[in-house]
């Protein structure tokens, strides 16, 4: 029965994109050449397929691999290097970071160490949980924070609706399942390995411009914003829409000690993990000082980033004949993200070399004449699509396009492209807008209504704040 529910709800998004991709090819005969009807009809076809999830989003990155040499857009061999970007390989160092992490409970020692250190009143752990959150999302997915704060933030809401005698616990509940999506969502737009879009729009402009865009730059950049908006979000929700008026709950107070006294001492291999942790941060951000320093040895963050990997198998744990990380851990790591970019950087590839890219960011440049008015658009744009569409197609899709309009205007890529990035990161108004949301909406503490609310006044902040930001501080740091 399952089965045949899949096929009805699947069944209609797959034909209807093979019809819109025959009709886009079709229709532009005589406007393009073969080449370049071959790859917008591929393109429509995969966006239809990415935004309707008729098919696993890997599996449809892999359309290219087959159908570009059929259609003579472009020969295996080169469709096939797009999988192997080195910006697939920065995610995947920071993927198994992000599993050395989880595996040995680093994460949730960060978690409760800190929500014991704001207090257990209502508003404080709130606080608590958004700081956890988002500086946990800094540095793994989105998703896995979102994961991993879950189970902790339902045992809290569970102690407080049965020991708090003040207060509305069900706008705790609330804020609470609300700042672990955000939280996540805007913690991970401090760091290029922080959430999936960063990666893909990393990856798409070594490959275009063969530059690598610098990691502490973007951390100089993005982390002011990524507090910001935690400190806005933090705000808006306690002090604004759902404030709960829950005094301290000695409780919910013993709950985190408890669950931090399991954990018990930091052990060797919690350390070890740790220890690999701040050392290749270290070395993201003071890379360029280390390249500057001497001439042997000439790292990037992609050769940092598998380093560290590769470490996390050599550095033994405290169980006896393993390594920090064992292969068999990798089975939880999410590979599909991984062919996901390389499907992405593929289609960008075909369409820029069919020359499709150009003259969409010609014709858009038209509208170009006010920079400014430029550079908004192109955030409420990416910020309000982003509340339909994955936020990492949605990168893949429109990086292309952004970069090509700037080219057009002789306006410096990153201009347009990181603000775009930013924004695709921060939709917050529908449950379907990013995984984290999903996530926490499922939990049964959300109304939708509330959700819609809370993310649209997040939204007007996250504009806000990418806009000045990326007007008057980006170009005195990238520029």
């Known amino acids: 029965m399952a089965n045949m529910n899949f096929w009805k709800s699947s069944f209609g998004y797959l034909f209807g994109g093979i019809i819109a991709a025959l009709l886009t090819y079709f229709l532009t005969e005589g406007l393009l050449d073969p080449a370049a009807r071959g790859a917008i009809s591929i393109g429509v076809l995969m966006v239809i397929w990415w935004v309707s999830e008729a098919l696993p989003m890997p599996v449809v990155a892999l359309v290219p691999l087959v159908a570009f040499p059929i259609l003579k857009i472009a020969k295996t061999d080169d469709v096939a290097a797009s999988y192997a970007n080195p910006a697939i390989y920065l995610f995947f160092g920071g993927f198994m970071l992000g599993l050395a992490i989880e595996k040995w409970n680093l994460h949730k020692r960060i978690a409760l160490s800190i929500i014991q250190a704001t207090g257990t009143s209502g508003n404080k752990i709130v606080l608590g949980f958004i700081l956890a959150t988002g500086f946990l999302s800094m540095w793994l997915s989105n998703t896995?924070?979102?994961m991993m704060m879950y189970p902790i933030a339902m045992s809290v809401?569970?102690?407080?609706?049965?020991?708090?005698?003040?207060?509305?616990?069900?706008?705790?509940?609330?804020?609470?399942?609300?700042?672990?999506?955000?939280?996540?969502?805007?913690?991970?737009?401090?760091?290029?390995?922080g959430t999936p879009p960063n990666v893909a729009y990393a990856g798409f402009f070594l490959e275009k411009y063969g530059v690598e865009l610098d990691f502490f730059k973007w951390f100089i950049l993005c982390a002011p914003i990524s507090v910001l908006l935690l400190i806005g979000l933090y705000w808006v929700m306690v002090k604004w829409l759902f404030p709960s008026h829950i005094q301290h709950s000695a409780d919910?107070?013993?709950?985190?000690?408890?669950?931090?006294?399991?954990?018990?001492?930091?052990?060797?291999?919690?350390?070890?993990?740790?220890?690999?942790?701040?050392?290749?941060?270290?070395l993201w951000i003071f890379r360029a000082v280390i390249n500057d320093l001497q001439s042997y040895v000439k790292l990037d963050d992609t050769i940092i980033a598998v380093v560290a990997a590769i470490v996390l198998f050599i550095v033994p744990s405290e169980k006896k004949g393993h390594a920090l990380l064992d292969w068999q851990d990798t089975s939880?790591?999410?590979?599909?993200?991984?062919?996901?970019?390389?499907?992405?950087i593929a289609l960008a590839d075909a369409l820029e070399s069919t020359g499709m890219i150009q003259k969409v960011g010609g014709w858009l440049a038209g509208f170009g004449n006010n920079t400014l008015l430029l550079v908004f658009l192109v955030?409420?744009?990416?910020l309000f699509i982003g509340?339909?569409?994955?936020?990492?197609?949605?990168?893949?899709?429109?990086?292309?396009?952004?970069?090509?309009?700037?080219?057009?205007?002789?306006?410096?890529?990153?201009?347009?492209?990181?603000?775009?990035?930013?924004?695709?990161?921060?939709?917050?108004?529908?449950?379907?807008?990013?995984?984290?949301?999903?996530?926490?909406?499922?939990?049964?503490?959300?109304?939708?209504?509330?959700?819609?609310?809370?993310?649209?006044?997040?939204?007007?902040?996250?504009?806000?704040?990418?806009?000045i930001f990326s007007w008057f501080v980006l170009p005195l740091i990238w520029l």
């Open 332 to 344: 939880r790591m999410a590979w599909g993200i991984l062919l996901l970019f390389g499907g992405g």
């Open 157 to 193: 809401i569970s102690v407080m609706e049965h020991k708090s005698d003040s207060g509305n616990t069900k706008n705790l509940a609330l804020t609470l399942m609300l700042s672990i999506a955000y939280a996540s969502n805007f913690g991970g737009i401090a760091t290029i390995i």
């Open 387 to 467: 509340e339909f569409m994955s936020n990492i197609a949605q990168v893949i899709v429109f990086a292309p396009l952004v970069s090509a309009m700037a080219d057009s205007l002789a306006l410096n890529p990153i201009m347009l492209g990181i603000p775009m990035t930013l924004a695709a990161s921060c939709a917050g108004m529908m449950p379907m807008a990013t995984p984290p949301n999903a996530i926490v909406f499922a939990s049964g503490h959300i109304r939708f209504k509330d959700m819609v609310l809370t993310g649209f006044v997040m939204n007007i902040i996250a504009i806000g704040l990418i806009m």
């Open 379 to 382: 955030i409420v744009f990416s």
């Open 252 to 282: 919910a107070a013993a709950y985190v000690a408890a669950e931090k006294a399991n954990l018990g001492p930091l052990g060797k291999s919690e350390g070890r993990v740790l220890l690999v942790f701040v050392f290749t941060a270290l």
């Open 144 to 146: 896995a924070t979102t």
